[in-house]
């Protein structure tokens, strides 16, 4: 006669093995690679508004939401975020100090700034914990 965990452990496997599946959106964080869930550390080089495109992807789209970071340089220029057609007078960064912000999954950030060279981004990329799954 097994025990109360046999029983849990028999039950679990009955239930892999019938061929059941999650249901939507339920799959924890990683479940698609197998990789662990880990903060992304990244400098980007932001063109200037001038430039062909003009703006530069700088977080990428991804299905978890993320805690993103940015810390813009101590110069006299200002970088600007926001949605693709970001402009140089949009959504601007404090010169060397950070900013938080809440992104849903999904949603890219594009980067552009009124300097007339590149400036030098760095992005922190965080996914959030408490939903801690990833949407399709």
Do not use: H, W
Request: proline share 12%; hydrophobic share 40%.
């Amino acid at each position: 006669m097994p025990g109360f965990a046999g029983q849990l452990i028999d039950a679990g496997l009955g239930t892999v093995s019938s061929g059941a599946q999650p249901a939507p959106n339920s799959e924890p964080l990683g479940a698609r690679t197998g990789a662990p869930v880990r903060t992304a550390l990244k400098v980007v080089q932001v063109a200037p508004s001038g430039s062909p495109g003009g703006t530069t992807l700088v977080v990428e789209p991804t299905r978890e939401s993320r805690v993103l970071t940015f810390v813009a340089p101590n110069v006299d220029f200002s970088i600007f975020i926001g949605d693709a057609g970001v402009q140089p007078s949009g959504l601007g960064l404090p010169p060397g100090l950070p900013y938080d912000m809440v992104v849903p999954g999904l949603q890219p950030v594009y980067a552009t700034t009124d300097a007339p060279v590149f400036l030098a981004l760095r992005v922190q990329i965080a996914p959030i914990l408490m939903g801690d799954t990833q949407r399709k």
